[in-house]
């Protein structure tokens, strides 16, 4: 194996109907109209010397190292900056370029430490490659006049370190952070020869820099390099895989030198990401190797004794055991399994198959339902399929964008830059959201409307927006009746028409002035191309499928459907959402989104399973915990998720837990959740896994195995083994075999299989006969179900109110530094940039409350109390209080209630009643918590070699 090497063209690659054709160096070239002479060059594999162009970044034209004779012209024009055209001829090398180019690069060199040898980019080093293309071989001045060779290193990033002595000012990094990653934190200081790269005011740490690599990767030289470069030296090959982060789904190189990781490039051919990355995607991977890590399975009798480590037969078997003694006491649908939205589809497909083949009920469920099902629902009822409609390059036509319940920046970062470079390109934003999120005013970028609407009021706000559409003469009429039930459309207009719906009315409700929502409905219904973006502020609320439903309402009156630019677009958490909901996580749909009682269906499963499928929807976690706590639930298989911090009303699904018999945990870490296991399985991060996730977009991307499972067994092999061992045969040799039943058990998987994915790098779902490269977007001449639905939407409010006990409302939501309950990310130098969980509050309640900046506060809802350090904040409303959950110990949902969404019961998880207070000491939670997490501590050091 070797380094995955990509071709850069130093300028980017120009999409154009028209061609112009050139002669270089004697080769006849065709390319689209608007390519440079470099680019142009590139195609067909002659290689101009350059050092400021990268094809990520606009063409700069500073280094003048890329120079060319063009016949006709006068002088030696840059190459990157000079477009193609037709008869034009180009000559690349000749002894007058070759002169000119040794000499600028002299320049370059003078003033640059030659520590090649024992540079940590040797062998890895753009500057060095193009003195070795142009034939430098000796630097006549420079050494002995002023130089920058003593310029002091900035080592605050965690990750990279940046050197000002060996940066040529090629600018490529500044241009890279405006560019591509759209933060704005880096500047050129200073003229001529006192030119360097300023990180904002002191250094990168203190600067605007998000550490999302954009600079590292765009460096040409070792002034910006990884820190794992430097202590381990360059890698010497790598694999393509996706990153096992948020639903963005990156493509990565995994950069290895041997067994060890040294660093994820992102990869350029990646469709979700186009070579961006984030902080965490980039950097954040070490959680895989890290001493927490369990490798070895453990079991035991009782939650309060030590873990007996045993080898994974014996574990497995005791496993089985337990679950058949259960089954025989307590009856089959006494035990069940959770899937995970962090493991691969093929992953997932297994355990649901094990529960309703083995466990022979339907009795599973995912984290997928606490975030996102009223997603699957209501696109469902609307469109006809359970998914967003657009891939994310749809985006660079959006006309208007509505974001609505996401907060893009920190929960998908990588999208939300290319949300912002159309957003500077002229695109107009509207967000809704209670908080002043980053991309209300961010650099370059200011949304035209900030719906600052209460929690809980979604419906309200947008039926206000609809009703707008419909009284103002703006619905797309050619659109609906060409493409929507007109029966139903009309009943949903007369609905919507009603002045209970007007904005003056919601105005009471949503606290968004009737004005703005006039006018950013307006703006959304004026354009050809609007898009919707949502998130978890939408999906978490006791009214998430109807908001879904209004959402794409709006969509189809608007006729914002089936076309590049619009669409209604559900932003994913957690990297394989989607597909955990494709592969049939649900207790009441197979794989493919089609209901148990479907006869048809079931015997499609049943004449490939060998066995009879109950007819029967199984429990939702909810629904588990509360017949554990009656007595009637006793096992539980949870894969690679940790209720216990990441449910809510906490102290219920603890009393459910500690209620089973039998709790078996299969995760990398001993989590909350594992406080009550009776076994742990160790499970395999991402680098040690063959299989697919599928992204927001429906992208189904691989993920490759770049080394072998530190625990030494894959995960999709030991749900294998435990059928087994409960009686039940499948067999699998390989991932790629589970892809192959999938695909003949779920249509919209029909044309998916490895060698495909292999070839063609992604295919967004629906593949089959029909669409066999895959859909990147949806509903185009037609909806899936035949017509679009109008769906009534009566704004119901919430049962969570405030008043006089509980006069806030609390909300919840991520930060970009952590992930979900900050099982990896905290086990990383992330946790460098967020500590712990804060209460961010307004200056007013804080006030009110005789509270300053770094208090201690309690927040109490009816659910229960925990306390936190609060952050006083702008970017609050009056009246509302917001935290993140990724400290287990912070206890953000022992607060939470358990409403939940009407139809998939979906956590209500941002609306909250809370009062809010100084306190001198944690909670009670808290405190019983940390003794907890004394205890498990002393646990594991009673455990026979649990350490090594």
């Known amino acids: 194996m070797s380094l995955i090497q990509e071709i850069d063209f130093g300028t980017p690659i120009r999409v154009a109907e028209k061609t112009v054709t050139l002669i270089i160096d004697g080769e006849q070239i065709s390319v689209p109209e608007g390519t440079s002479v470099m680019a142009a060059a590139m195609s067909r594999g002659v290689k101009i010397p350059k050092l400021c162009a990268s094809d990520n970044l606009e063409p700069f034209g500073s280094?003048?190292?890329?120079?060319?004779?063009?016949?006709?012209?006068?002088?030696?024009?840059?190459?990157?900056?000079?477009?193609?055209?037709?008869?034009?001829?180009?000559?690349?090398?000749?002894?007058?370029?070759?002169?000119?180019?040794?000499?600028?690069?002299?320049?370059?060199?003078?003033d640059h430490p030659l520590d090649c040898l024992t540079c940590s980019a040797n062998g890895n080093c753009e500057l060095q490659d193009a003195a070795g293309e142009v034939g430098l071989r000796e630097v006549r001045y420079g050494y002995q006049g002023e130089n920058h060779l003593q310029d002091v290193k900035d080592e605050s990033n965690p990750y990279f370190s940046y050197d000002p002595s060996k940066c040529i000012v090629c600018n490529r990094c500044v241009r890279a952070c405006e560019e591509v990653q759209g933060t704005f934190a880096l500047t050129i200081e200073g003229r001529g020869f006192d030119s360097r790269v300023k990180p904002g005011p002191t250094n990168f740490i203190e600067s605007e820099c998000v550490s999302c690599g954009a600079c590292v990767q765009a460096c040409p030289t070792a002034t910006l390099i990884e820190k794992s470069v430097i202590e381990r030296g360059q890698p010497e090959h790598s694999l393509i895989t996706t990153c096992a982060y948020c639903g963005v789904g990156c493509s990565f190189k995994a950069e290895m030198r041997g067994d060890e990781l040294i660093r994820m490039v992102p990869y350029k051919a990646g469709k979700a990401n186009e070579g961006h990355s984030c902080v965490k995607g980039r950097f954040a991977y070490g959680y895989a190797t890290h001493k927490d890590r369990m490798l070895k399975p453990m079991i035991r009798a009782r939650i309060t004794d030590p873990w007996r480590e045993v080898s994974w037969e014996e574990a497995i078997s005791y496993t089985a055991s337990e679950l058949k003694r259960i089954q025989a006491q307590y009856g089959r649908e006494s035990i069940g399994a959770i899937t995970s939205s962090r493991c691969t589809n093929e992953e997932?497909?297994?355990?649901?198959?094990?529960?309703?083949?083995?466990?022979?009920?339907?009795?599973?469920?995912?984290?997928?339902?606490?975030?996102?099902?009223?997603?699957?629902?209501?696109?469902?009822?609307?469109?006809?399929t359970s998914a967003g409609t657009q891939d994310f390059a749809s985006v660079d036509d959006a006309d208007v964008m509505l974001v609505i319940g996401a907060n893009p920046t920190d929960g998908h970062p990588v999208f939300a830059s290319r949300m912002k470079k159309r957003l500077r390109a002229g695109a107009k934003l509207i967000v809704a959201d209670p908080r002043s999120i980053d991309l209300v005013r961010t650099p370059h970028v200011q949304a035209n409307y900030h719906l600052q609407l209460k929690p809980g009021t979604n419906v309200a706000l947008v039926n206000s927006l609809a009703h707008v559409i419909v009284t103002e003469g703006l619905v797309n009429e050619a659109f609906v009746r060409a493409r929507c039930d007109l029966d139903e459309f009309e009943s949903w207009a007369r609905f919507i028409a009603l002045a209970q719906n007007s904005p003056e009315e919601m105005e009471q409700y949503t606290g968004v002035p009737a004005k703005d929502v006039r006018a950013a409905a307006r703006?959304?219904?004026?354009?050809?191309?609007?898009?919707?973006?949502?998130?978890?502020?939408?999906?978490?609320?006791?009214?998430?499928?109807?908001t879904v439903m209004a959402l794409a309402n709006l969509a189809m009156a608007?006729?914002?459907?089936?076309?590049?630019?619009?669409?209604?677009?559900?932003?994913?958490?957690?990297?394989?959402?989607?597909?955990?909901?494709?592969?049939?996580?649900?207790?009441?749909?197979?794989?493919?989104?089609?209901?148990?009682?479907?006869?048809?269906?079931?015997?499609?499963?049943?004449?490939?399973?060998?066995?009879?499928?109950?007819?029967?929807?199984?429990?939702?976690?909810?629904?588990?915990?509360?017949?554990?706590?009656?007595?009637?639930?006793?096992?539980?298989?949870?894969?690679?998720?940790?209720?216990?911090?990441?449910?809510?009303?906490?102290?219920?699904?603890?009393?459910?837990?500690a209620a089973m018999d039998c709790v078996i945990v299969q995760d990398l870490f001993l989590n909350e959740t594992a406080k009550y296991a009776h076994v742990f399985l160790p499970g395999c991060s991402f680098l040690e896994k063959d299989g697919t996730f599928t992204n927001a977009e429906r992208r189904i991307n691989r993920v490759r195995k770049v080394m072998a499972p530190l625990c030494g067994k894959d995960e999709w092999r030991v749900a294998i083994e435990l059928a087994h061992a409960m009686g039940y045969e499948m067999n699998y040799g390989h991932p790629s075999e589970i892809m192959d039943e999938i695909a003949a058990l779920t249509p919209t998987f029909a044309g998916v299989s490895y060698a495909k994915l292999d070839e063609m790098g992604s295919v967004q779902w629906p593949c089959d006969e029909a669409a066999p490269y895959g859909t990147p977007l949806?509903?185009?001449?037609?909806?899936?179900?035949?017509?679009?639905?109008?769906?009534?939407?009566?704004?119901?409010?919430?049962?969570?109110?405030?008043?006089?006990?509980?006069?806030?409302?609390?909300?919840?939501?991520?930060?970009?530094?952590?992930y979900n309950v900050g099982a990896?990310?905290?086990?990383?130098?992330?946790?460098?940039?967020?500590?712990?969980?804060?209460?961010?509050?307004?200056?007013?309640?804080?006030?009110?409350?005789?509270?300053?900046?770094?208090?201690?506060?309690?927040?109490?809802?009816?659910?229960?109390?925990?306390?936190?350090?609060?952050?006083?904040?702008?970017?609050?409303?009056?009246?509302?209080?917001?935290?993140?959950?990724?400290?287990?110990?912070?206890?953000?949902?022992?607060?939470?209630?358990?409403?939940?969404?009407?139809?998939?019961?979906?956590?209500?998880?941002?609306?909250?009643?809370?009062?809010?207070?100084?306190?001198?000491?944690?909670?009670?939670?808290?405190?019983?918590?940390?003794?907890e997490d004394v205890s498990l501590r002393r646990v594991l050091e009673a455990t026979p070699d649990a350490a090594e």
């Open 63 to 110: 280094c003048r190292l890329c120079l060319v004779e063009i016949e006709g012209r006068r002088g030696t024009p840059a190459s990157c900056t000079t477009p193609a055209e037709n008869g034009m001829v180009v000559h690349t090398q000749n002894e007058r370029l070759a002169k000119l180019r040794r000499g600028v690069m002299e320049l370059y060199i003078s």
């Open 523 to 546: 703006l959304y219904a004026s354009v050809r191309n609007a898009a919707i973006y949502y998130g978890l502020g939408v999906t978490e609320h006791s009214q998430g499928s109807t």
């Open 778 to 818: 949806m509903h185009v001449d037609r909806f899936v179900g035949g017509k679009g639905h109008f769906m009534l939407t009566e704004y119901v409010p919430t049962r969570e109110r405030s008043g006089p006990r509980f006069p806030l409302i609390l909300t919840t939501g991520r930060i970009l530094s952590q």
């Open 824 to 931: 990896q990310t905290r086990r990383t130098e992330n946790g460098f940039w967020h500590m712990e969980d804060v209460l961010e509050i307004h200056p007013f309640d804080a006030e009110q409350r005789g509270i300053v900046d770094g208090d201690l506060v309690s927040i109490v809802s009816r659910a229960g109390d925990t306390a936190l350090r609060a952050k006083i904040s702008e970017r609050m409303q009056p009246g509302v209080v917001y935290t993140t959950f990724h400290h287990p110990g912070s206890g953000a949902n022992v607060v939470t209630t358990d409403n939940s969404d009407w139809a998939t019961n979906c956590p209500e998880y941002k609306v909250t009643a809370v009062e809010v207070r100084r306190v001198n000491a944690l909670s009670s939670w808290q405190e019983r918590n940390a003794q």
């Open 558 to 657: 608007t006729g914002n459907i089936g076309h590049v630019g619009a669409g209604v677009n559900p932003l994913r958490g957690q990297n394989n959402v989607q597909g955990s909901c494709d592969m049939g996580s649900f207790p009441h749909e197979l794989p493919g989104y089609r209901h148990v009682s479907d006869d048809a269906t079931r015997e499609t499963f049943e004449a490939l399973w060998g066995v009879e499928i109950d007819d029967e929807p199984g429990l939702r976690i909810p629904n588990m915990i509360d017949e554990a706590v009656a007595g009637n639930y006793r096992g539980l298989f949870v894969q690679g998720e940790d209720i216990a911090q990441s449910d809510p009303n906490t102290q219920h699904i603890s009393s459910g837990l």
């Open 348 to 384: 997932v497909f297994v355990l649901q198959k094990l529960v309703r083949a083995a466990f022979r009920n339907n009795n599973v469920d995912t984290c997928a339902r606490v975030c996102h099902s009223p997603t699957g629902y209501g696109l469902k009822m609307t469109l006809g």
